[in-house]
Antibody, heavy 120, light 110 residues
Framework: QLQLQESGPGLVKPSETLSLTCSVS??????????WGWIRQPPGRGLEWIAF???????HYNPSLKTRVTISVDTSNNQFSLKLNSVIAADTAVYFC????????????WGQGILVTVSS | QSVLTQPPSVSAAPGQKVTISCSGS????????VSWYQQLPGTAPKLLIY???RRPSGIPDRFSGSKSGTSATLGITGLQTGDEANYYC???????????FGGGTKVTVL
């Protein structure tokens, strides 16, 4: 059974870089049929799609976050990562990693999520 | 502001039916597949409907999806207290070249 698990610091200072990793178990991240990426949810609010990528390197970004986001895949460790730089308080959110199906774009499975708070 | 528009809340008594609308545009819903997600309090979203009207294994047939033009609809029949959750629609936007979600709809069982 495919499972995703986020990891990283739960507290980041303003202007610094948020770094998260998603570990994938139960299947290989090497698949042309799926993208791997990140979604976030500020406290009490809705979902925001951040960025997804194919293991081959093609990346799709939310235009509103593109200038601050870096996403990468580590096929040797079957994991992928997110970096969001110059964070502000509005970046405080639960960050989920997920798999997205090519063409039909459904998201499944999702990681359990990790709360990242931006505060000094 | 979300790219897709959902009502903030819907409610009904146990056993009744609710429908949740998801309104988009030609650059997203019209020509792309819609999926729906259920988010129970304190948990990650779970795929409920994919490819407009298909249910993953384990999702009861009380849940249904449909799409017409630039809108999609999620239906829940035989409402149960365990269905109280936030529901989100999602799809791909070809203009943004990115995934998009609705703002979410809270379902309350009266």
């Amino acid at each position: 059974q495919l499972q995703l698990q986020e990891s990283g610091p739960g507290l980041v200072k303003p202007s610094e870089t948020l770094s998260l990793t998603c570990s994938v178990s139960g299947d290989s991240i090497i698949s042309g049929d799926y993208m791997w990426g990140w979604i976030r949810q500020p406290p009490g609010r809705g979902l925001e799609w951040i960025a997804f990528m194919y293991y081959s390197g093609t990346i799709h970004y939310n235009p509103s976050l593109k200038t601050r986001v870096t996403i990468s895949v580590d096929t040797s460790n079957n994991q992928f990562s997110l970096k969001l730089n110059s964070v502000i308080a509005a970046d405080t959110a639960v960050y989920f990693c997920a798999r997205q199906r090519h063409i039909t774009d459904w998201l499944d499975p999702w990681g359990q999520g990790i709360l990242v708070t931006v505060s000094s | 502001q979300s790219v897709l528009t959902q009502p903030p809340s819907v409610s009904a008594a146990p056993g009744q039916k609710v429908t949740i609308s998801c309104s988009g545009s030609n650059s997203n819903i019209k020509n792309k597949y819609v999926s729906w997600y259920q988010q129970l309090p304190g948990t990650a979203p779970k795929l409920l409907i994919y490819e407009n009207d298909r249910r993953p294994s384990g999702i009861p047939d009380r849940f249904s999806g449909s799409k017409s033009g630039t809108s999609a609809t999620l239906g829940i029949t035989g409402l149960q207290t365990g269905d109280e959750a936030n529901y989100y629609c999602g799809t791909w936007d070809t203009s943004l070249s990115a995934g998009v979600f609705g703002g979410g709809t809270k379902v309350t069982v009266l």
